[in-house]
């Protein structure tokens, strides 16, 4: 893979851990359907340790011989992730309703599609 594709990759990683960390400013957990009815401050917990593994998960396989197939699983993630955020935009318990973190949310989804576009060439 080409230096400048791995960085425009982690450049967007970098973008959606940004991301989390600005969901739990602004308590993402309220929109889950499990976490939504926990007391926030159990949900907090719950939400940040997932977040661990989850982590743990793609960093590993980031640096495996699975990298690739962790681009594409990645990529489609990070664009339907923007289009929930865009579905969920009048949602009432959406507290991502600021320039900041709306500047943070689409250009994960917008990053995703330029990066698989040069990923499927390359592959090709």
Known sequence: ????????????????????????????WRLFIILKDMEDSKAYKVFTFIHLFLYVSILSLLFSQYQTIIFWVLDLFFIIHAILHFIFER??????????????IYPIGFLAVIHLVFLFNISI
């Open 1 to 28: 893979m080409p230096d400048l594709l791995l960085i425009l990759f982690l450049l967007n990683f970098s973008l959606f851990l940004l991301h989390e960390m600005d969901a739990i400013r602004h308590s993402e």
């Open 91 to 104: 949602h009432p318990r959406n507290e991502f309703k600021n320039r900041f973190s709306r500047a943070i």
